[in-house]
């Protein structure tokens, strides 16, 4: 393995810690002995969530996967990163966000449950921005639309108005 440096290596090292807070929280969730098998993947190609974590009943097996982008994006942010760790690592026990899965993130000090207040998260690159002209709210996507018309906003309606970044 080629030995990362500047970026590179913060990058490197941040999704090993990422994949280091995953295991702690798992062990403390589940107990030592008794983690279910749980695969950590880290995607380019997620945009616009921090993380997902996924059950497979046919193999009893579960599926984190960290958005390589938002570690990158976020990585002068170390705590934010471990708390959308937790998040998905409390998933492997309560797969919604009922009251055990509140009590969970409360229980290994996730706060605010892991939810990202989306000021507080430096956005990843993204081709393309819409944004609705009712209320100003910003989407982002790494493609066009094809029909932008079809493209409104569930909570006032508006049509969103896609342009290119770059």
């Known amino acids: ?3 990362p440096t500047g970026n590179t290596q913060r990058i490197y090292e941040m999704r090993k810690n990422a994949f280091q807070w995953i295991r702690g929280f798992l062990v403390d969730i589940h107990g030592a002995g008794k983690v279910p098998e749980v695969k950590i993947e880290f995607s380019n190609r997620m945009i616009n969530t921090a993380g997902r974590c996924r059950y497979f009943p ?3 097996q579960f599926l984190i996967t960290m958005s390589a982008r938002f570690i990158e994006a976020n990585l002068d942010n170390p705590d934010l990163i471990k708390q959308i760790c937790g998040h998905e690592a409390a998933h492997t026990k309560h797969l919604n966000h009922g009251g055990g899965f509140i009590d969970t993130c409360m229980r290994i000090g996730i706060h605010e449950y892991g939810q990202v207040i989306r000021e507080d998260v430096v956005p990843s ?3 393309y921005t819409g944004v609705c002209p009712n209320c100003g709210q910003e ?3 790494n493609t066009k639309p094809l029909e932008t018309s079809t493209f409104r906003h569930r909570d006032c309606g508006g049509v969103i108005e896609f342009r290119q970044n770059w």
């Open 125 to 127: 690159k993204t081709k």
């Open 139 to 141: 989407f982002r996507r």
């Open 58 to 60: 046919s193999t009893k």
């Open 1 to 3: 393995m080629n030995n």
